[in-house]
């Protein structure tokens, strides 16, 4: 069984930082891509960051790029990313999701469990 297990988030103050973990297991790690989305109240789903453990390949969306930085750990079968210069607009429920190939566009058929973000100003 595919599982995803994400640690990290919580509450910080507008240009904080944060770490966001996710380990994977039950499956081979670097034939997937791995990375997060996030979803705000009201709003819908969008994809922050992913990165191919395949090919070092790496996705960041447009709102996040360069304050989020993402790495992979493949030995540990683990996904980091680091969230600098946190914005308000950054509160969401963030969700570690792979992929069933190595491409990073998806499908991403596995999904984590949610973890909240709250950026005060």
Not at 50 to 68: E, H, Q
Request: proline share 2%; with cysteine; charged share 15%.
């Amino acid at each position: 069984e595919v599982q995803l297990q994400a640690s990290g988030g919580g509450l910080v103050q507008a240009g904080g930082s944060l770490r966001f973990s996710c380990a994977a297991s039950g499956f081979t790690f670097d034939d997937h891509a791995i990375g997060w989305f996030r979803q705000a109240p009201g709003k819908e789903r969008e994809g922050v960051s992913c990165i191919s453990a395949n090919n070092g390949k790496i996705y960041y969306g447009d709102s996040v790029k360069g304050r989020f930085t993402i790495s992979s750990d493949n030995a540990k079968n683990t996904v980091y990313l680091q969230m600098n210069s946190l914005k308000p607009e950054d509160t969401a429920v963030y969700y570690c999701a792979a992929t069933s190939g190595t491409v990073i566009r998806g499908p991403f058929d596995y999904w984590g469990q949610g973890t909240q973000v709250t950026v005060s100003s």
